[in-house]
Every structure is written in C-alpha cells, then in structure tokens.
C-alpha cells in the first residue's frame, strides 16, 4: 500500500462519556455504561438493561448546538456531537480547506421517530406525523450531519449491521489512497430504539444481567447507544499541515462468513479471514499485535466463532479485552467507537478490562483481561466487528513511529 | 479509472418485462395510475424452496436478478459483492414493527427482524453462492448505487478483486406508497405512465425494481459495456455547478460534451425537478441525443440502476429502443452518459462506453 493513513482526529459520545476524556475516565476507572431503560417507553423496562448516552434530547441538542428550531432524530444528534468533536480534535477549522468527505454508517437511522410514527400510522394512514417518519431512512442522518459541518465533496452511508462504522473507515482509507478525496470524517451512529430492543429480545440474545463477553455463563448482549467519528488524512495532507496525527491505519479488511444470516459460522471462517486481510494490509505478523479490541458481544455464537478464529491466527493470542461490557453493543456505531478505544490504548499505553467476566470458557484455551493493565507499551491494536449477515471486518490502528 | 472495467453480465427486475435478455422492451407495460410494480418472476426457479418462503420480497427480487446476472456473465463465485438501496427491507420493517405495535411487545418472532437488516440482500447472495469476498452495502438515497459503483471502481484499482458483483434494490411496499403520497411525491391525477414525461406535473410515479451487473477486468463474448466512471454531487448550488461537474468529468475520462452520443437523463416528470435536466441539455449538450427513462421503471431512490441496465442493453446491441423515444436518433453509440437526480438532493453522473 503506497499511501499512509493518518488519524488525525477522533470524537465520542457513548453510554460511558459525552466525549473523549470522559469516555478515557470511565474505561480506566472500569465503569460501566449499562443501566436502566429510560429513553422510551416499553414492557421491557426494568426487565432488560441498556447503555443509554446519559443526555435527554434537549441536553444533546444543547451541545450539538441546535437550538431546537429544527426536528431531528436522536441517531443525528448523537453524530453530530462526536463528529463535531472528531474535526475539533483534528484541529479542522475549514473543512474545505481540502477535499473532505463524510462516510457515516447507521442500522437505525431515523427509528427512534419512525417508531412513533408507525404507532399512529399502521392504525389509520392519516394519522402519525409526517414530521417523525422524514428522517427515516438511513442516508438522512448523514445528510444532515454534512449540511451541519459543511461538507459537500463526498457524503454517504453504509450500512452493514454490527460491522458498518468500522467499514466506513476503510472505504474512506480507500478513497484517500485513490486521490478521490483528501481527508474523510468516517465513523458512524445509533440510538437504542424499542424496534431493535424487541428485535434482538425475540431473537432470545439479549442477557438481562448485563453482556458478560467471552464467559462461560454469558447469555447474550447488550444493546448500546452512541456515535464516533475518526479523522482520516493522506500522509501528503499531515506533512502540509504540519500536523501530528494521534494515530495510523496501517490495516484493513472485510470478508463474509456465507454461513447463515445471524450465526456464525462454528471455526469463524468469516472472522479468520477478515483478521488475515487486515494483517497481510498493514505486514505484520500476528506477533506484532499489542491488544486485540474483540467483537465480544456476549452471545453463545460470536464469543465462540470469534475465539476459535483468535486461536487459528495467533499463538500466543495477545491480550484481548471485549469493552462492550461498558458501552454496550452499539450496533452501527460499533467499529468507530472501538476504533477510538483502540486509539485512546495506544496513546496511554492502557488495556482496558472485559468488565463482567469470571469463568473461562471450556472450548477456548483463552481468557480476556479483566484488570486495567497500564504503562504497556501498546504499537498495534487489531479491532473487530462482525455484523449479521456474516459481514466481518478487521482494522488494526498502530501507534506513530 | 485507468483499469478497463467490463458489464459482462445484467440482471434486471423491473415493472417492465427486462428479466428476459433476449427481448428488449419490445412489449411495454403501461399502468393508469400512479404506481408501478416489478414483475416477479417465479423465483423457485432461481432459490431453493424451503428459502424461498422465508424471504422477504426485496431479498427474493436481488438473488433472482444476482443469479440470472452471474449465469448471464458465466461467473460463479465473484471476488466481491456490493450492492445499494434506499429504503432497504422496508417490508419487514414494517412487518416487524407492526406486530410489535400490534401485540405491545409480546409474542414476536425474529424473522422479519432478522431480513430487515439493510445488507441482508447483499448477505443472501453471498450465502447461496458461498462467496466469502468484500461484501458492503450502501444505503444512501440518490447515492445508493453510485456509492457501490465507487467502490467497485476502487477495489478493481487497487486490484483486491477483479470481478465483483454489484447491484441496487428498492421495494415499494403499500405503506411507503401512502407515506411518501403524503409528503406530496407522487401525481393526484392518474396518467398512462407511459406518457409521464409529456407534460410535466407536481409529482411522479412510484416504481421499483433491481438490476445487478458483474464488473470484470477481462473482456468476453458477452460483455455489454464498459463501466468508465461515477461521481457524486450533494446538493450542487445552481446549474453552473452541475455543468462545471459534468465538464470536469468528461474531461478526466478523456472526453468532451460532444463525445456523448446519448444523454440519458433521470427525468420523472415532476414540474419541480425536471427544468434541472433542461437546463443542464441546454447548456452543456444542445445537439445530443437525448431521453428519459423512468416512465418505465417509476421513480425510487436507485431508479438509476435502471438506468445503467438501459445502457448496458443500447450499447451491446447498438440500438435505442422506441420506447424511450429519444430526442433524435444517434448517428452513433459509443458513449452514453447517465445524469440523475433524486428529489434535487443526489445528483449523480455515470459514463459507460462500448465495450
């Protein structure tokens, strides 16, 4: 690969943090985002856990500077916030100082609304507001983010279940290396929605004490909200700038699992193949790996088919921690916000523990960290992200040399 | 694009009989009304029964137009699959959604859950034909498939595939119909769709459809065309920008506006989005041949995949159906430029050449 990859930014906004240092705070002080179900009504309230962000809608619009003129569904506000904070980060005050782009992924899009909608809607076709189901589709909350920070180059949205903000980044890395564009703001964003609690709640893969990834006793996930946003630019781009990037994307890769449309295959072929790609990418060896920032949901099926795969590529498999015991699994917005984990552990040398674990499991040989481990010193991080419809993605992000 | 990139294979179900590729809209399908819908095929010949029932119909549409496009291309497993939608599963969606309103949360099954996941066309494709390659799908509106076109382009470049799959699928279900009759999309007073291009109106008609292409390096006795290049224009500021895009575009693909010999534009006979595509005629291609498309297919957020499997069909056989009733006849076809846009947001140009 000719071009270099830089991060020059990041942003944040999760269960655990309204931003980066207090997302940085929680993962060291090992707190956990997983709580109660505030945000919307349902049967399952006090019954199944979520990871709410812990701002009402007009917090949020507060800090993404709206004024509350205009409507907008919580899945925008969300990434409006941290991709606002990824380009504050990266020191960006024009955007159009060169060609910028914005990839942003979603599984919900504008659902917190629509679900109102279809509520009043299903029952009478002249009932429900046209203002809640405007903003539904998933291209919308991009467009909207993009009007708000001004970008026009390039803007668009991938949408690919558990894996999709992890793919944004590597499209963007892409369009950077064929001259396309300059620099990207790529990541993505998710609100819970009582659509995706049922939908995951009848699938019968939701644990009600809280995801305990890779334990033997784990019975399922969390469901999570958030959005991240990372900054990429060309190596020619930083050295105009005179920039010093946090971080490098030395990495990437996605294969399908072509198993079964939400299990993983037993071997984790898809995931074994995703992890390859990403290594053969960036010429690293599986030794080179630091710390491994797994998919870990929590369910029987991933935690074993991503195992076994960990296992088939690495021995030793280095240290590995599932951090979605803190955030939740936040669908969409997963692969950027454990993009910014895995930068926020190279640049303080930290190990953030699998939260919730106690038993190993008896297949693997394996067992994650569960206690903060400091001073490491940390050269490259591989994340995972694997989505249903057996679409697995691998970044490795490493540290400036 | 400096790799030449070939259409060797087309699938398309659309409102109109385009399934059959030894036929080329010689029999139209005309509605009154304000609704087009794609002819199903009998899909129990392209998926296994037992699939068959479980699927949604937007899943059953994309496989059956992927199947017949990887036979028609003599491809069994691509390097790659891409693909773009607009409203994704939106059927099961709804389904979903609605039983979950309907028995307040309780006594819900996950198969519709499952299907309305927006990659599950993408995903189902892959899992009938055991391909484990690069498999991303975009949802964006207007750039749905001009987004998985990028892509395509991208990873043949940088030579991580050399045939790839790509497609675009939209289904218009009863209540996305009444939704978006509402917001004040679709033509009050029904017409002969046939004739929607005519006298534009406040509004359009509704349609949907999918057409998948397999892009490969190598050329072969059935390939259509040439898929050149794509660009994406969000929310261009005045006609000026547009030309100015289009000119830039020619330019990179080493052409100039009168190297086009056919114009085909997204025009959908709505009075509030038609005048930017005579605008634009007017300006930048005053002698080029030139016509609509969408009186075929309706209007849909990847309307312009259509577009695309016009293209490839006029460029292979060398002849611009009657139908489309084209401006005045091309003295020759070797370049055909697609411009659309959806709604005045996605504005997109797509530039395929004789094979």
Redesign the interface.
């Known amino acids: 690969m000719s071009k270099r990859i830089y991060i020059t930014g990041i942003g944040i906004i999760s269960a655990i943090g309204n931003n980066v240092p207090e997302v940085l705070s929680s993962l060291e002080a090992g707190k956990t985002g997983i709580g109660e179900i505030t945000l919307f009504p349902?049967?399952?309230k006090g019954s199944i856990p979520i990871a709410e962000v812990k701002l009402s809608m007009e917090q949020l619009l507060t800090q993404a500077g709206q004024n509350g003129s205009e409507q907008f569904t919580r899945t925008t506000i969300l990434g409006m916030i941290a991709a606002k904070e990824a380009l504050s980060s990266a020191g960006i005050d024009d955007v159009n100082a060169f060609r910028t782009g914005l990839l942003s992924a979603t599984?919900v899009g504008g659902m917190d609304r629509?679900?109102v909608f279809?509520?009043e809607?299903?029952g009478d076709?002249a009932k429900g507001r046209?203002k809640d189901?405007?903003n539904h589709?998933?291209?919308d909350s991009?467009?909207r983010i993009?009007?708000e920070l001004g970008i026009?180059?390039?803007?668009?949205?991938?949408?690919?279940?558990c894996s999709s903000s992890a793919?944004t980044i590597m499209?963007g890395a892409?369009?950077i290396?064929?001259g396309?564009v300059d620099r990207v703001i790529a990541g993505g964003t998710d609100s819970v929605t009582?659509?995706t609690l049922?939908?995951?709640?009848?699938?019968m893969i939701l644990d009600k004490r809280g995801c305990h990834p890779f334990d033997e006793h784990r019975a399922g996930l969390t469901l999570g909200e958030g959005a991240a946003y990372v900054v990429l630019e060309s190596e020619e781009i930083v050295m105009k700038e005179g920039k010093q990037p946090l971080a490098e994307l030395t990495g990437y890769g996605?294969?399908?699992?072509?198993?079964?449309?939400?299990a993983s295959s037993p071997d984790g072929?898809?995931a074994f193949?995703a992890m390859k790609k990403a290594l053969n990418m960036s010429n690293l060896t599986p030794s080179d790996i630091n710390y491994i920032n797994v998919h870990g949901t929590g369910t029987e099926n991933n935690d074993l088919s991503e195992g076994m795969a960990l296992e088939r590529i690495f021995d030793p498999v280095p240290f590995f921690s599932s951090t979605k015991s803190y955030t939740g699994h936040t669908l969409g917005a997963a692969g950027a916000i454990e993009a910014v984990i895995s930068i926020l552990s190279i640049r303080n040398g930290m190990i953030f523990p699998n939260l919730l674990w106690s038993t190993p499991m008896k297949e693997l040989k394996i067992k994650p960290i569960t206690k903060l481990l400091s001073r490491q010193n940390i050269l490259h991080v591989m994340s995972n992200s694997f989505?249903?419809?057996?679409?697995n993605s691998t970044l490795i992000i490493s540290k400036l040399t | 694009m400096n790799k030449r990139i070939y259409i060797n294979g087309v699938g398309c179900i659309s409102p109109q009989p385009t399934l059959d590729t030894h036929s080329f809209l010689e029999n139209v399908v005309s509605v009154e009304g304000n609704r087009l819908k794609a002819i199903d095929p009998n899909y129990k010949e392209f998926i296994p029964p037992e699939m068959v029932r479980r699927m949604g119909r937007i899943i059953k549409m994309g496989v059956a137009a992927a199947k017949t496009c990887l036979e028609d291309a003599g491809c069994q497993i691509p390097d790659a699959i891409i693909t773009g939608t607009g409203l994704g599963c939106i059927e099961d969606t709804e389904k979903f959604l609605g039983n979950m309103i309907k028995n307040n949360e309780e006594f819900l099954t996950p198969t519709a859950f499952i299907q309305s996941t927006h990659n599950t066309v993408s995903a189902q494709i892959a899992l009938l034909i055991k391909c484990h390659g690069y498999n991303f799908t975009y949802v964006h509106r207007g750039f749905s498939f001009e987004s998985a076109i990028l892509d395509s382009l991208l990873q043949m470049e940088n030579g991580r595939a050399s045939s790839i799959l790509i497609g675009a699928a939209d289904e218009l279900t009863t209540n996305s119909f009444q939704i978006q009759n509402r917001m004040g999309y679709w033509r009050k007073k029904p017409i002969d769709s046939l004739k929607l291009l005519e006298h534009p109106e406040t509004g359009t008609i509704a349609g949907e459809g999918t057409a998948f292409f397999l892009l490969d390096e190598k050329k072969n006795s059935n390939s259509y065309a040439l898929m050149q290049d794509v660009e994406m224009l969000f929310r261009p500021e005045s006609s000026d920008e547009i030309t100015s895009a289009i000119h830039l575009f020619l330019d990179k693909n080493r052409l100039k506006t009168s190297d086009i010999d056919l114009l085909l534009l997204g025009l959908n006979g709505d009075s509030r989005f038609d005048p930017v595509y005579n605008g634009v005629t007017a300006t930048a291609f005053p002698d080029v041949p030139s016509c609509g498309f969408k009186h075929l297919c309706g209007e849909y957020m990847t309307a312009s995949s259509f577009g695309v499997w016009l293209a490839s069909r006029i460029l292979k056989e060398q002849q611009v159906p009657e139908i489309l009733n084209v401006s005045k006849k091309p003295p020759a076809l070797k370049h055909i430029l697609l411009y659309n846009h959806y709604r005045g947001i996605n504005h997109s140009l797509i530039l395929l050449s004789q094979a």
């Not at chain 1, 049922?198 to 699938?203: D, E, P, R």
């Open positions: 349902t049967l399952h599984t629509s679900e279809y509520k809607f299903l076709p046209l189901i405007i589709d998933c291209g991009t467009e993009a009007i026009r180059k390039l803007v668009t949205t991938i949408s690919t279940a793919n499209f892409d369009l290396r064929s396309k009582g659509f049922n939908g995951f709640n009848t699938l996605n294969a399908n699992d072509a198993y079964h449309q939400t072929t898809g193949l989505g249903f419809g057996g679409n």
